[in-house]
DNA sequence: GATAGTGCACTGGTCCGACCAGTAGGCTGC
DNA sequence: GCAGCCTACTGGTCGGACCAGTGCACTATC
């Protein structure tokens, strides 16, 4: 006792060191998207290690979605931009692994589109309005068509909500929590019989809302589009997840 | 035309075949926490692929969370259960490379912690309001010893109340977010002149809004819970992103 | 017989050298 | 000036090798 406290060493793996510069790298802005890595022998060169371990780290580098790399290209790899990819890779994993039900995506969705909404409601601009506008025009135009048009109308115009509300976290975590849902429940939908009537209500209420937004109603536009969700897909909710979604209905 | 379309082909690397064959072996629970994978040199002769390969898929899904190795462990690489390890890793990357501004942050968990309140105030447990009422009594306790005490207390509170929503997605999102929002501003929160009357305002924001949630008034819980962060946090956002977080205090 | 100590078989981490298919850009021939 | 080939290089994969660790069985000791 009195001694040095010494503390445990972490032993570090050369290709996380390399992984560790680069992304600092990347963070700090001396690598910008698009910019080359030079090829995997140079950098076994400046790393001082063998090209094995050079490959390593460029395979979680690659995995991280931060760079991407092509058989040939005399470039090197490319510093790709930030996509949220990774992000619903991860956040798909959770859904499957960790269990996340349908109600938990749903009411998740239901947060995020009326808070979006609410913002909007203060903060878009008369281009957004006529982006929703026509977005609404699409889904009209889609029921009768089929329901893959209509999908692809309301998301437009969910996408622009979200990007009414200025806040990108909001955007991303929309377009990653829909399409783990779209993708749990788009064959239920799509053969679901009453799918043309819960269209056309569909329709009314994204009118409901955005006529709120417009007005500028923001709490009201998020009461509304929480209802539009909750009716849209309560269908596709088990029964004891319902309570949960309702509590979100005031 | 009216030949078969042939789509084109994308050449598959050797190891991302193995990668998907294990995270489809974990999604669909054949590989479970805990369980172990051979050996690498076991791996090379079920999957007919050199060691290196074997190494780059290993190193992939190392990278996503789903395996762990250790050097010299006799039993192989072990299957881990999901954490949002990775998740925060894309979020933080996110937040540093794209630009998300700590006003978009504060604002994104203003609505993941109202949203929170608002199902906690219909779906909390007795015992959850006792973890409330001790995380606010040791937030008062620790205004004298320092900042880090009362920051572990406020974490403390507002993870009880995620878990009282009964929302997955919002629990993790909440630690995710607020993880990096501390980091971006715990040193200046430190070094706060007024910091010990922003505590003290802090603690009787938090008695209000458990209040709220015990009386099971949702939206008002909601409400003050806004105020509430929005209070704490507006000292640290830049002017010119307040008006968008006030947009959110109705 | 229980236990402390030792050795071994095996692990993952790293290195090396080699081959292949694919790419881009320069060069040649027209 | 342009089309087409050639080549030097790329990343992907392979096989073999060595090292430092680890866990377990075996052994010697009490």
Redesign the pocket.
Known sequence: MGGPRFEPVRTV???ERIVEQVEEAIESGTLCPGQR?P????L?GQF??????V??A?RVLQARGLVR?????????EVQPFTPTELRKSMTMLARVDGLSLGELVQFRMVLDSSANLLAARLRTDEQLAEMDTAIAAMRAAVEVGYDEFSTADVAFHDTVAQASGNKLIQICTEVVRSIVLGLIADKIAAAPDRVALMRQSIRHHEEVLAAVRAGDGPLAARLSRRTMYDYYVGYVPTSERPALRALLE
Chains 1, 2 share one sequence.
């Open positions: 793996r050369a290709y890595l090829s995997e022998r140079d076994m001082s290690v063998s090209r094995s371990t490959r390593e460029l790399s092509r058989p040939g290209d005399p470039h090197g790899a």
